[in-house]
């Protein structure tokens, strides 16, 4: 007995997900949602803008919360209470129409997929912040780039580009904020905004306000390969580009 208990702990040790308990803000519903477990999140590669693949079950599966009563969808970093203007935008444009659905389980790709786009319809309906709109938009573009579906991965690699931007502009975002602007660049560089992108590195490397060394060295990797693909491609170099 004692045996069998230690084989079904270490077998349940083994599984990559575990389930936590969410209450959603708009009905107050409580519900059960997956999450990959910590020892389980060591990416094998990532990329320059942050994109991370992983051997086993991928911890951005995940991130989406929703609620199967009213289909309200959040992450961990939404707001944490609904205004009633933000309510009744909710009821009229999703609650109203949602057909209950469980998605604590398993997510393979398309659940995924699903489950982003569903957060992304709801964040821009009651208003979220920019950016965690700029973020859902991100990893939408991750999940096209899994399955290789360039035209759809950099639709929405320019969407969140331009978010992104949108919070540098509007949300009083400080001149230390390196990772956003390295961000900003690469998405340019990875859309073939090539001189929109050497302008964000240029930023990152030259403003003396920033000490993100981490960013600086990646601002400065990443400018090395633009002005390479840039010569490759026939491109004009800029002025800062030249020397």
């Known amino acids: 007995m004692e045996r069998k208990r230690q084989m079904e702990l270490e077998k349940k040790e083994l599984e990559p997900l575990y389930k936590i308990k969410v209450t959603c803000i708009y009905c107050e519903n409580e519900f059960l949602t997956s999450r990959v477990r910590p020892s389980f999140k060591r990416a094998i590669r990532n990329d320059s803008d942050f994109c991370s693949y992983y051997k086993r079950e991928n911890p951005d599966f995940y991130v989406v919360r929703i609620c199967p009563a009213c289909g309200f969808a959040s992450t961990e970093n939404s707001m944490d209470r609904l205004s009633d203007i933000q309510r009744k935008k909710f ?22 997929l699903e489950s982003y786009k569903f957060g992304l319809l709801c964040a821009q309906t009651i208003g979220e912040k920019e950016r965690m709109i700029a973020s859902l938009l991100h990893h939408i573009a991750w999940l096209y780039r899994y399955k290789e579906n360039n035209e759809q991965e950099q639709r929405f690699l320019k969407y969140s580009m331009e978010s992104y931007i949108r919070v540098y502009e509007n949300e009083g975002v400080s001149g230390s904020d390196a990772r956003l602007m390295y961000l900003i660049g690469e998405l340019n560089r990875r859309i073939g905004n090539y001189n929109d992108a050497v302008k964000w590195f240029s930023r990152v490397i030259n403003d003396k306000k920033i000490v993100d060394a981490a960013m600086i060295r990646a601002s400065r990797e ?6 390479e693909e840039m010569m490759n491609g026939g491109h004009e170099l800029p002025e800062e580009m030249q020397n």
């Open 91 to 112: 009821q009229d444009a999703i609650a109203s129409r949602f057909v209950k659905k469980d998605y604590g389980g398993q997510r393979d790709w398309e659940a995924a």
């Open 222 to 227: 990443q400018w090395k390969l633009l002005r």
